[in-house]
């Protein structure tokens, strides 16, 4: 059996499921036909057989695909800051560090001090930040960097990862 690249599956997971869509739009399209009455039934280049047997062997490629994605991304691991994560793990803690990322950038680029509007009459309100923005932009960029280091580990890794899968029809 051929192999294929751990990326390379992501890829073609993508493909097959818009296969799939697009096969079943084509049942809708096979299953149905206007024709006056009493005219004979045209022949069909493919019927809602053929496409139903296509389909379902899209999806059985799909479901072993999916599959052995799952089993490579438990399986293997990355050393992220001396510590060893499954793939699945790293997966995860890259999307956590960008959430992070994102949010102390947010506080990041607060104001130290702003005037809020005033609900009554000669009373100001001054909003306060309990943090040093500064401080946090360049906190919420470093662990930016974290994230797309570790991003380019997992990358990497889906390269050298081959999984038992034919690939030939898609590809």
Known sequence: MSKISLAEAVKLKSLLSKRIHELEEEMDRVAFIEIEKGSKVPKQVRTILDVEQELEEVRKDFRLLDKL?????????????????????????????RAKARKFKEYGSAQKEEYSYSYGEGVSLIKVAMFEPETYRLKGLEIERQANRLSNLINAKNYAIELDFDSEKYF
């Not at 994605?69 to 560090?97: G, H, K, P, R, W």
């Open 69 to 97: 994605m799952y089993q490579a991304n438990i399986e293997n691991e990355i050393t992220f800051n001396d510590e060893s994560l499954t793939i699945v793990e790293a997966i995860e803690l890259a999307t956590q560090l």
